[in-house]
T-cell receptor
Framework: AQKVTQAQTEISVVEKEDVTLDCVYETRDTTYYLFWYKQPPSGELVFLIRRNSFDEQNEISGRYSWNFQKSTSSFNFTITASQVVDSAVYFCALSEARGYSTLTFGKGTMLLVSP | EAGVAQSPRYKIIEKRQSVAFWCNPISGHATLYWYQQILGQGPKLLIQFQNNGVVDDSQLPKDRFSAERLKGVDSTLKIQPAKLEDSAVYLC?????????????FGPGTRLTVL
């Protein structure tokens, strides 16, 4: 069975600090997909990134970057120069290639960025 | 392009009452999902529709929860009768074809409080 672990329950940083959110996953499949979503206080889950298991290139989008390492089954998310607007709960999720696109979510990491 | 719409945004009911939530997916999306998110946890899939057919309802408490998507577009999730433990946010999501790895886009959710 697939599983996603986000060991950090809550992280507090001061604005402009860099912060990394950890995600470790378990799956028996060789083909799978990993996602990150942001959930601000308004409650809506906002899609950030999708990565398939065959693409281990790191990705950067503005202040966001993702480090995918199959050897350690990790898909970590780094925010550079954090801002107050980054305060939210961040979820890592896994979808296996078999069947339909069922997502298994981690429990989320709450990020608090103070001015 | 309009996102996933949900209503109502908030609902407070007494235990043993019934409640219904509505969702309208992104136009053209064939797959619709209902998730339950209990405070402090990641979303848990309740039911997945492909067009107007159910493809996964293994985690839906069928003795009290029901869902339909009659015309393959919008959907309704019902709880009857509600229990205290049903207090949660109910999220609706949609994706293009529901194939593995499809990105799911979420609505704002309905926050249900059962007293």
């Amino acid at each position: 069975a697939q599983k996603v672990t986000q060991a950090q329950t809550e992280i507090s940083v001061v604005e402009k600090e860099d912060v990394t959110l950890d995600c470790v996953y378990e799956t028996r499949d060789t083909t799978y997909y990993l996602f990150w979503y942001k959930q601000p206080p308004s409650g809506e889950l906002v899609f950030l990134i999708r990565r398939n298991s065959f693409d281990e290139q790191n990705e950067i989008s503005g202040r966001y970057s993702w480090n995918f390492q199959k050897s350690t089954s990790s898909f970590n998310f780094t925010i550079t120069a954090s801002q107050v607007v980054d305060s939210a709960v961040y979820f890592c999720a896994l979808s296996e290639a078999r069947g339909y696109s069922t997502l298994t979510f981690g429990k989320g990491t709450m990020l608090l960025v103070s001015p | 392009e309009a996102g996933v719409a949900q209503s109502p945004r908030y609902k407070i009911i007494e235990k043993r009452q019934s409640v219904a939530f509505w969702c309208n997916p992104i136009s053209g999306h064939a797959t619709l999902y209902w998730y339950q998110q209990i405070l402090g946890q990641g979303p848990k899939l309740l039911i997945q529709f492909q067009n107007n057919g159910v493809v996964d309802d293994s985690q839906l408490p069928k003795d009290r929860f029901s869902a339909e998507r009659l015309k393959g577009v919008d959907s309704t999730l019902k709880i009857q009768p509600a229990k205290l433990e049903d207090s949660a946010v109910y999220l609706c999501a949609s994706s293009g074809m529901g194939q593995s790895g499809d990105t799911q886009y979420f609505g704002p959710g309905t926050r249900l409080t059962v007293l």
